[in-house]
């Protein structure tokens, strides 16, 4: 069949739209019996978009706005499933290598002075290497910031590797634990600092050339 326009004009108390929507319709059902439905804006322009808003008129408060480059929610996205919920990013890219980005999260708020959207935090997932066909190394960085740029503070490799680019804290009473088993722990309980073997000597090491091991 011919392709038509479909205009429905049917105002009622529970929809306010304005007497120059192009379409609105009241009521619920469902749209499309198709494989895919398609809401297109064909305008040409850099600043074009698709709003989508739930309650009052066309222009107000749209919930969700697609524009050519980025889509903007403007409320809460929730992904449920019964196998739990997923969030996929990916690179379109063939030739994955060295630290590529995967995917990113930025964290970003209001400045106080000029309103514009300022990241303080992020999470992004990388190439760790080269990647080939069933071979995919992958890292993680966990990036804070006070000012300027955002830096690096947690790396968790391809070997599982942690490196922290600053102090690691733990509170009184709290376990550093190396081994399988816990064997070798080591804490501070606000008092006193005690270190504790489980397992086998205890041996303390001294490498370098011509140094001592001082206690003090």
Request: glycine fraction near 12%.
């Amino acid at each position: 069949k011919a392709a038509t326009t479909f205009i429905a004009d049917a105002v009622d108390t529970g929809n306010p739209s304005a007497a120059a929507d192009n379409l609105r319709v009241s009521g619920y059902g469902v749209m499309g019996n198709r494989g895919a439905v398609y809401l297109t804006n064909a305008s040409t322009s850099s600043t074009a978009v698709v709003q989508i808003g739930v309650g009052g008129t066309h222009a107000a408060a749209p919930k969700l706005t697609i524009a050519p480059t980025v889509s903007t929610f403007a409320t809460s996205v929730i992904s449920q499933q019964t196998g739990g919920g997923q969030l996929h990013l990916r690179r379109d890219d063939t030739s994955i290598s060295g630290t590529n980005t995967l995917g990113s999260i930025l964290f970003a708020g209001d400045d106080p002075t000029d309103g514009t959207f300022n990241n303080g935090s992020a999470i992004l997932g990388k190439a760790d290497g080269s990647w080939s066909s069933g071979v995919y190394p992958g890292r993680l960085e966990l990036q804070t910031k006070t000012t300027g740029t955002l830096i690096t503070a947690l790396t968790l490799d391809k070997d599982q590797n942690a490196t922290f680019a600053g102090d690691v804290y733990l509170a009184d009473s709290k376990y550093i634990k190396l081994g399988t088993g816990g064997d070798f722990e080591m804490h501070h309980n606000g008092v006193d600092t005690i270190i504790g073997n489980q397992t086998g000597d205890l041996k303390i090491r001294q490498f370098a050339n011509d140094k001592d091991i001082i206690f003090e």
